[in-house]
């Protein structure tokens, strides 16, 4: 359905959630954007009329939704690890299935642990971390000026303490004395470039530079894993989300930089979607 009829001024709130042209959830979920009603609000108004202002801004956001944009930026936001983060179409849309990254970090930081979160884009990783776990001190960075802006808000929203850095990768951390790290970990663009979903759904309108390293899908993978020993202290670790079919080439990247522990780790549809290693003490 590419078009429908516009959302006339004066119907009531019941026939605009009947009317409006997408399924009953995204309908309603709209129709509450647009108006700033809550769930329950749909229904206990349900006889409120909409003005000739609201149905334009209504047909307005129905019309983009009909043209693909994702939900999540319409609404302006995206729940991930139970905490609401805004999101532009300067930042990936956060993932359930990164949950699992946050997940298997917050197991692995010890009490004051140091951690950082490499391409943070909305902040999602670094604030659902930082805010389950105040006593973490949590570092994010990301080569994007805007998403760290995204990155920020989202962390001032939910009172979590994360210190924002522009870095390519680790081009900003410099040289240290001594590795400080207790745990790294990453949501890098992994899609190999030309890739057919890069075309298709929300992906389409997310910023490509989230998504793809326009190369293998590996490229900013291996950038993490060959500069990780440097800031990692050891038996700290690397954790990183990859592509449902790179676990493998991750692992042997991991093993071959001399990671011990090497595992991967299955998402919500059983695939094989984070893997990490623990950095050896040396010998
Ligand atoms: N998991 C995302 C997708 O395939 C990609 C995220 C990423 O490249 N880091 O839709």
Redesign the pocket.
Known sequence: MSDFPDIPPGISLADALRSAPLDALENRILIGHALQLTRIQLITQSERLLTAAEATQLSALLRRRLQGEPIAYLVGEREFFGLAMQVTPDV?IP?PDTELLVELALERLPLQGKALDMGTGSGAIAVAIAHTRPDVAMTALDVSEAALKVAASNAQRHGAKVDFLRSDWYAALGEVAAPYLDLIVS?????VAGDA?LSQGD?RFEPIA??TDHADGLSALRIIIDGAAAYLKPDGWLLM?HGYDQSEAVRKLLAQRGFAEVQSWRDLAGIERVSGGKLPRAS
Not at 187 to 191: D, K
Request: proline share 17%; hydrophobic share 40%.
């Open positions: 990936l993932r949501n890098p663009p992994y899609i979903h992906l989230a998504l989300e």
